[in-house]
């Protein structure tokens, strides 16, 4: 009796997390066939759950309208320098707030928390205005420099950071290493797995980015994918097969990137995040 | 680290300040005159403004709370030791959160058409008539919360998953050896130990759905009928849609200070240490 119990406990938490999993996967999944439909089969009801054989046709489309491959290049030149630079810097700076004693400093940190509370939209005017003075609408460093030092990077990296033991780095200087050596060959292999956490959130924040592109990015060529995609809503006539194709297109780089750093990502942001 | 701190000196304090400033000015063109207090003072008798708060709100008090007991249910669903093929599940249901925020919108734009949406051809099966999702101000609203719930449901699962993974075991073994029921545990270890992640997770969401953008602008382009304008759209509009920037940054002033408020309220309702 208590058995059998157990047993249909047991499918009930199956069933209802196949279900969940259905509904997080289905409308991934519809996506996906729907980038390899012409526009109007996927408003087909019943709807088609095979892929169809307009893949080619819908990419040349997409490629037409949009100039894909330099939209898409735009996108991953951005999220990668970014990234790359970001994860560098925060890094840099989570060690010196970590690790050394200089005038100022709680100073300094306190700034930076305070800058991790404000919402960036406050930011938005004065910034396009600076944009606008530099005369660097429509350039990647306009995307990338504002936001390169980020305060939650800094943060995350600093608590990471805190839990070397002073001991390595000691000994190192009595070595006779500089400062940058230091951080190369002895933080830099030991906090890996923060630094792969920091890159994830760095890259999924910048490829997702739609405001502030869609503030300085008004010429079509430089536009991200964001800012693209949302640009074809706007159109009269919406062909949904290359939309369809080119939401597919803008979520695989996230995939990959995602994966190949998956494992560190969830302790990483969660470690620094909630322990002090 | 002087390099970080320059950048944020430049890029975040500065317009910080700038916008406080811009905040008392009007901007026409280039011309920039100081007016005292008549922006806020016309923020607080524009009636879209205050329809762009009580939205804000309306889906922040519904949305969070739903997403947040559903990512819970599943942590602990996922988490219980008898499973079998939690990376599966693990994955899937984080699958959302890793497709691009703003192809997720579109695809559930399509989703959601009232005429040939799977939603509601799916929706006619169990007798439902067809719903105006994106052409109706409350199903508007409620199309907005379900795609935010879709996406960030299983980013929220996750950061709960890892927070019970690092509640240790011993605390179980030895409230089993006590003789605690299953049910004591969850309520006695599990959500005590919970709490810093469970705190994290709240303003975090909370902070987000303040700054809601991007579902908003995808889906209805804050409409109909205003009914999914938010502050940050509105926000957006004022500046880049009638460069009105003066407007804007008392805009941009009245969401820091709410984020605030709501931080400081969080931080003091759930966390005594």
Known sequence: MIHSKKISSKVGIYCLLIAGVVLSIAPFYWMLVGSTLPSGEIFRLPPKLLPGDYLAKNFQSLNESLGFAKIFWNSLFIALVYTLLSTLISSMAGYAFAKFKFKGKNLLFFIILCTLMIPSQVTLIPLFEMMVTFNWLNTYQAIILPTLASPFAIYLMRQNMKSIPDSIIEASRVDGAGELKIFFTVIFPVTRPAMAAVAIFLFMSQWNSLLWPLITLNSKEMFTLPVALSSLIGMARIDYGQLMLGTTLSTIPIMIFFLLLQKHFISGILGGAVKE | ?273
Do not use: C
């Open chain 2, 1 to 273: 680290m002087a390099p970080a701190f320059l950048l944020i000196l430049i890029f975040t304090v500065y317009p910080v300040i700038f916008s406080f400033i811009l905040s008392f000015q009007e901007v026409r063109g280039l011309e920039k005159s100081f007016v005292g207090l008549a922006n806020y003072s016309r923020l607080f008798q524009d009636p879209v403004f205050y329809k762009s708060l009580l939205n804000t709100f309306q889906i922040l008090i519904v949305q969070v709370p739903i997403m947040l007991f559903l990512s819970l249910l599943i942590a602990v669903g996922l988490h219980s030791s008898m499973l079998k093929g939690k990376a599966f599940f693990r994955i899937s249901y984080f699958m959302p959160a890793i497709t691009a925020l703003v192809a997720a919108s579109i695809v559930f734009m399509i989703l959601l058409d009232e005429h040939f949406g799977l939603v509601n051809y799916l929706l006619s099966f169990v007798g439902i008539e067809p719903i105006p999702w994106l052409t109706t101000p409350f199903w508007a609203k409620v199309s907005v919360i379900l795609v935010m719930t879709w996406r960030w449901t299983g980013y929220n699962m996750v950061i709960f998953l890892a927070g019970l993974q690092n509640i240790p075991s011993e605390l179980y073994e030895a409230a089993s050896i006590d003789g605690a029921s299953k049910i004591k545990q969850f309520f006695m270890i599990t959500i005590p130990q919970l709490k810093p992640v469970f705190i994290f997770t709240v303003v975090m969401s909370t902070i987000g759905t303040l700054q809601l953008f991007d579902e908003a602008f995808i889906l209805t382009q804050g409409g109909p009928n205003n009914a999914t304008m938010t502050i940050t759209l509105y926000l957006y509009e004022a500046g880049f849609k009638f460069f009105d920037f003066g407007y804007a940054s008392a805009i941009a002033y009245v969401l820091v200070i709410i984020t605030a408020i709501i931080s400081w309220v969080q931080m003091k309702l759930v966390g005594d240490d």
